[in-house]
């Protein structure tokens, strides 16, 4: 039976010392991901534990962050890793910029555009459309529109 180690190996794509190794078996999301018996282990997770040893308990649900330096999320280089609680690794994302705020027409399940939004808060605020009726109109359900007029969602807007 192959170890840990000899099966990691054979999906990764280990190039030079500072570039990145990319794990080229399965994924779990945007991670690589190895199966040991019937646990499933995350690729930069096994690369760390592989070269240091194991991963030591933290602050977010029991576990401490294996962080990217190089923001490639099947990067297996351990030069590219580094271990953080979770605030350090939010923080690592929002300091290089990758924290990208989905609101508005720009979240993926949007059925909305924003020029929408004012013409949804007059008709309601001026009691031309319940909150019923206008989800009717805008193909939403009405406790979207709910949502809308009460400013708790669209508050950009």
């Not at 297996?76 to 979770?86: E, I």
């Not at 690592?92 to 013409?119: F, M, T, W």
């Not at 709910?146 to 508050?155: C, E, H």
Request: glycine fraction near 8%; charged fraction near 20%.
């Amino acid at each position: 039976m192959k170890t840990l180690e000899q099966k990691f190996w054979q999906k990764v794509d280990k190039r030079g010392p500072d570039e990145c190794w990319n794990w080229t078996a399965s994924k779990v999301g945007k991670y690589g991901a190895i199966r040991l018996g019937a646990k499933s282990l995350l690729a930069h997770r096994a690369s760390w534990e592989i070269h240091n040893g194991p991963i030591p308990d933290g602050d977010h649900h029991g576990t401490t962050c294996v962080c990217h330096k190089c923001d490639n999320t099947i990067c297996c280089n351990p030069n590219h890793l580094f271990l953080g609680s979770h605030k350090d690794n939010m923080q690592d994302r929002d300091n290089k910029g990758r924290n990208i705020n989905h609101v508005g027409e720009k979240h993926g399940c949007s059925k909305l555009k924003a020029i929408q939004i004012p013409y949804i808060r007059a008709l309601y605020s001026a009691k031309v459309f319940n909150t019923v009726q206008l989800a009717k109109i805008y193909s939403v359900t009405a406790a979207t529109i709910s949502l809308i007029v009460n400013r708790k969602t669209w508050s950009h807007i």
